[in-house]
């Protein structure tokens, strides 16, 4: 069916470790090439057309090519794409992000969102002057040895759900970087603070991710976040929240649904308006670690195309046009996209759920939500049942992220949510056997 993405990947095989260059591509028997994308919408290599609830991870709020975007990226172009000189767009940016939220004093950009998060964690460090850090279970902030702990646990390592243990994702990773990571259960404010007060004196942050998406979506309860923050305060220690996917269900992040203000904020995706960013916003009394005062910084920080005038140009470009009646308008769409996949849910007659809030939404192929990322972790056979259902959304003609997320873009009316609904039923029903045969994705392993 899909010929030339079929060659396509063959050849790249030739030169490409494992045939491309990001994991979450891949699908069997081969990734779809994209050959253009308008709107919120792609056709492929084969010329077939589809709905994109992907968005590139989450990170196109605007979808594809929107104009006022290309034409702030033509006309900075024909000026030149980096300097090793500072640029006006940067400040102007800059200013923007810090008028969004209250707890944006200063901010720093680099060029993704896992360089966002290095730097938050360096910069607890050299602000606390301690090595350690404190993370949630199973949660995802890039690619980094320290942020990569306890990612992707399984029973067989996982420890006692009240004591997670520290878990490496990648062969090699060194030990040290595992003691230096204490891992927590999510949204156990008892468990969490318990195992915050045995290393209390070591810990430099907490990061937090508030609505994790290797954790389902699932929000972080307003007094799990409460506690955190009131434990900072009282060792010492900084509150880091992860608003890379998050930053899009308000003006400000997700942040401003909670009473618990973060000290540092790390950011990225929708913020580049289509182009490869990160940065890290906080209070300037933290941010100045950064800063020179009669001497070195605390931390020294540069990088090739950090705050890259092209980048700045869309990022600024694509953050205006998301103004608060934008949020409110995607946020509305999203409400109704998940009211109708429950529907489609139901009327398929199969033990399904659905997460998320604002423009996102994740759909989980059981009765219920997950708790955390135990309740979460997927047999082989219900992963399996979750590749088929996503296949049956591609053959429908919608993009989906592959763990069943969706993300909405602004160019998205009505009729696409239809769309998605009816795709949705279609899939639901096509694996049905398979759901009502018991190899569903709710079949949780707690490793109690």
């Given at each position: 069916?899909?010929?030339?993405?079929?060659?396509?990947?063959?050849?790249?095989?030739?030169?490409?470790?494992?045939?491309?260059?990001?994991?979450?591509?891949?699908?069997?028997?081969?990734?779809?090439?994209?050959?253009?994308?308008?709107?919120?919408?792609?056709?492929?290599?084969?010329?077939?057309?589809?709905?994109?609830?992907?968005?590139?991870?989450?990170?196109?709020?605007?979808?594809?090519?929107?104009?006022?975007?290309?034409?702030?990226?033509?006309?900075?172009?024909?000026?030149?794409?980096?300097?090793?000189?500072?640029?006006?767009?940067?400040?102007?940016?800059?200013?923007?992000?810090?008028?969004?939220?209250?707890?944006?004093?200063?901010?720093?950009?680099?060029?993704?969102?896992?360089?966002?998060?290095?730097?938050?964690?360096?910069?607890?460090?050299?602000?606390?002057?301690?090595?350690?850090?404190?993370?949630?279970?199973?949660?995802?902030?890039?690619?980094?040895?320290?942020?990569?702990?306890?990612?992707?646990?399984?029973?067989?390592?996982?420890?006692?759900?009240?004591?997670?243990?520290?878990?490496?994702?990648?062969?090699?990773?060194?030990?040290?970087?595992?003691?230096?990571?204490?891992?927590?259960?999510?949204?156990?404010?008892?468990?969490?603070?318990?195992?915050?007060?045995?290393?209390?004196?070591?810990?430099?942050?907490?990061?937090?991710?508030?609505?994790?998406?290797?954790?389902?979506?699932?929000?972080?309860?307003?007094?799990?976040?409460?506690?955190?923050?009131?434990?900072?305060?009282?060792?010492?220690?900084?509150?880091?929240?992860?608003e890379v996917i998050t930053y899009r269900t308000e003006v400000g992040g997700m942040q401003a649904r909670y009473e618990a203000e973060p000290d540092l904020t790390a950011l990225g995706k929708i913020i580049g308006g289509g182009l490869p960013v990160g940065a890290l916003a906080g209070r300037q009394a933290v941010m100045a670690v950064f800063t020179s005062v009669g001497g070195p910084p605390r931390l020294p920080h540069s990088g090739t195309?950090?705050?890259?005038?092209?980048?700045?140009?869309?990022?600024?470009?694509?953050?205006?046009?998301?103004?608060?009646?934008?949020?409110?308008?995607?946020?509305?769409?999203?409400?109704?996209?998940?009211?109708?996949?429950?529907?489609?849910?139901?009327?398929?007659?199969?033990?399904?759920?659905?997460?998320?809030?604002?423009?996102?939404?994740?759909?989980?192929?059981?009765?219920?939500?997950?708790?955390?990322?135990?309740?979460?972790?997927?047999?082989?056979?219900?992963?399996?049942?979750?590749?088929?259902?996503?296949?049956?959304?591609?053959?429908?003609?919608?993009?989906?992220?592959?763990?069943?997320?969706?993300?909405?873009?602004?160019?998205?009316?009505?009729?696409?949510?239809?769309?998605l609904a009816e795709a949705t039923l279609a899939s639901l029903r096509r694996i049905k056997p398979r759901l009502l045969a018991g190899e569903s994705a709710s079949d949780p392993r707690d490793g109690s």
């Amino acid at each position: 069916m899909y010929e030339r993405s079929a060659e396509l990947f063959r050849v790249a095989q030739e030169f490409i470790a494992g045939g491309v260059s990001r994991n979450t591509l891949l699908r069997e028997p081969h990734p779809i090439y994209a050959a253009r994308g308008s709107g919120c919408r792609i056709i492929d290599v084969d010329g077939v057309e589809r709905i994109d609830y992907s968005n590139n991870m989450a990170a196109l709020i605007h979808g594809h090519c929107h104009p006022a975007i290309v034409a702030a990226l033509a006309d900075q172009l024909g000026r030149g794409t980096a300097f090793t000189m500072a640029t006006e767009q940067e400040i102007d940016f800059a200013r923007h992000l810090c008028g969004r939220s209250p707890t944006f004093e200063r901010v720093r950009f680099v060029n993704s969102g896992t360089e966002a998060v290095m730097a938050a964690l360096k910069a607890a460090r050299a602000f606390t002057g301690r090595a350690r850090f404190a993370k949630v279970e199973g949660t995802y902030h890039g690619a980094y040895d320290y942020a990569e702990v306890s990612q992707s646990p399984g029973p067989q390592n996982w420890g006692r759900p009240d004591r997670p243990a520290s878990v490496p994702l990648a062969v090699g990773t060194p030990g040290s970087v595992l003691h230096d990571v204490v891992v927590l259960p999510f949204n156990d404010p008892a468990d969490a603070i318990a195992i915050l007060d045995e290393q209390r004196d070591e810990i430099s942050c907490v990061l937090l991710d508030p609505m994790p998406h290797r954790l389902g979506l699932v929000q972080a309860e307003e007094s799990y976040v409460a506690a955190l923050r009131e434990w900072t305060r009282r060792n010492g220690a900084l509150l880091v929240f992860d608003e890379v996917i998050t930053y899009r269900t308000e003006v400000g992040g997700m942040q401003a649904r909670y009473e618990a203000e973060p000290d540092l904020t790390a950011l990225g995706k929708i913020i580049g308006g289509g182009l490869p960013v990160g940065a890290l916003a906080g209070r300037q009394a933290v941010m100045a670690v950064f800063t020179s005062v009669g001497g070195p910084p605390r931390l020294p920080h540069s990088g090739t195309f950090s705050a890259n005038p092209l980048t700045m140009t869309a990022g600024l470009a694509a953050m205006s046009l998301f103004d608060e009646e934008s949020v409110e308008r995607l946020n509305a769409l999203g409400g109704r996209a998940r009211a109708g996949l429950e529907e489609a849910i139901s009327t398929a007659g199969v033990s399904a759920c659905v997460t998320g809030t604002g423009s996102l939404f994740r759909i989980h192929l059981r009765a219920n939500p997950p708790r955390d990322y135990r309740s979460l972790f997927l047999t082989p056979e219900a992963a399996t049942t979750l590749r088929l259902f996503i296949d049956g959304l591609y053959d429908s003609g919608i993009v989906m992220i592959h763990t069943g997320t969706g993300a909405l873009s602004t160019p998205m009316e009505q009729a696409d949510i239809d769309r998605l609904a009816e795709a949705t039923l279609a899939s639901l029903r096509r694996i049905k056997p398979r759901l009502l045969a018991g190899e569903s994705a709710s079949d949780p392993r707690d490793g109690s």
